[in-house]
């Protein structure tokens, strides 16, 4: 919070709207070692992505003067994925934040391999036979789509190394019958509602 008033306050907040207005979608994915983690906001221009670079970089930079808790000094460097420029903030030896912003995306990443994901997408979440079957003729209006496929998801966690919490075994055989989950949700002015579909195999 400091950092943000240092940087102009309540006019450094506005120059992130774009990551908090546009649509956004966050996803999770396996890679060799952990989850990554990705967030892609849509619609950012170029004037937008100026000015949203402009405010991330100033507060990146000062996380990077200052030591983490862990004694790691974080690292703050240029790169290139997938032949766009990025820029990678390591903060931990574990934890490393990759962002960039290209057509028309801001992207910002637990791992330069979910901005490379994203650039190289062929496919589309429209593409998947588990999402939202009976429910794609409604999302005009919706406030929020929700997608698991809990095979993957499940898989995930073991990745994350949960295999082997009790919780964690549980919830896996609570869920064993389940394939998929998704929900559009819709927001108006005095109510919220909900639609949702599960797929048992």
Partial sequence: VRDIERSGGPRALRGLDPLLTEEAA???????????????????????????????????????????????VPTFRPLQVAGINAASLRVTPSLEL??????????????????????????????????APGMRGRFDGASSLLFLDLEQLLALGEQAGL????????LESDLAAVRAVSAVTRRRAATRTAEIFIEVP
């Fill in 163 to 170: 295999g082997e919490a009790a919780g964690f075994q549980a």
């Fill in 26 to 72: 966050l996803f999770l994915s396996r890679s060799g070692a952990v989850p990554v983690v990705t967030v892609v906001v849509n619609d950012i221009d170029d004037a937008e992505a100026d000015r949203v670079l402009a405010r991330l970089q100033p507060l990146l930079a000062r996380l990077v003067q200052r030591p983490a808790a862990t004694g790691q």
């Fill in 98 to 131: 990759t962002y960039a912003i290209f057509d028309g995306r801001a992207v910002v990443s637990t791992s330069p391999g979910g901005i490379r994901r994203v650039k190289l997408a062929r496919s589309r979440l429209l593409d998947n036979d588990l999402f």
